[in-house]
């Protein structure tokens, strides 16, 4: 039951730091998150990695939280900037139905870590 509240604690980060926090480092329309610079998609992995971190700190203590923070900053930013580089080589705009699915690959590829995380702390 604990690791079942983990894993759901961290989809309810997943969504607090895809949508809501990331909402600051793209002011305009959602379109504009295809054209997140590699700082600002170095921030918006940082905030996934240190919600992450706090709420590993939970269940897991301190040093499981820092590599599970490391972790999840490395993938998420290798599947984030995956996911840019195709769109934009392909000219792939939010008003394209390719586009949506390309996002339900990106976020399956986001659960599937916390799923991997879940399993790492086993």
């Known amino acids: 039951?604990?690791?079942?509240?983990?894993?759901?604690?961290?989809?309810?980060?997943?969504?607090?730091?895809?949508?809501?926090?990331?909402?600051?480092?793209?002011?305009?329309?959602?379109?504009?998150?295809?054209?997140?610079?590699?700082?600002?998609?170095?921030?918006h992995s940082l905030d996934h990695a240190v919600l992450t971190a706090i709420i590993t700190?939970?269940?897991?203590?301190?040093?499981?939280?820092?590599?599970i923070a490391v972790l999840d900053f490395v993938l998420h930013s290798l599947i984030d900037?995956?996911?840019?580089?195709?769109?934009f080589r392909k000219n792939i705009t939010t008003k394209q139905n390719l586009f949506w699915k390309i996002q339900a690959i990106d976020q399956l590829a986001h659960f599937s870590c916390y799923f991997l995380y879940v399993l790492l702390i086993l």
């Open 1 to 43: 039951m604990t690791l079942a509240i983990y894993f759901y604690l961290l989809l309810v980060k997943h969504a607090i730091a895809d949508l809501w926090l990331q909402s600051r480092l793209n002011q305009a329309k959602y379109g504009d998150k295809l054209k997140l610079t590699n700082s600002k998609l170095w921030l």
């Open 57 to 67: 700190l939970l269940f897991a203590g301190l040093g499981w939280a820092i590599i």
């Open 81 to 87: 900037y995956v996911k840019r580089v195709y769109t």
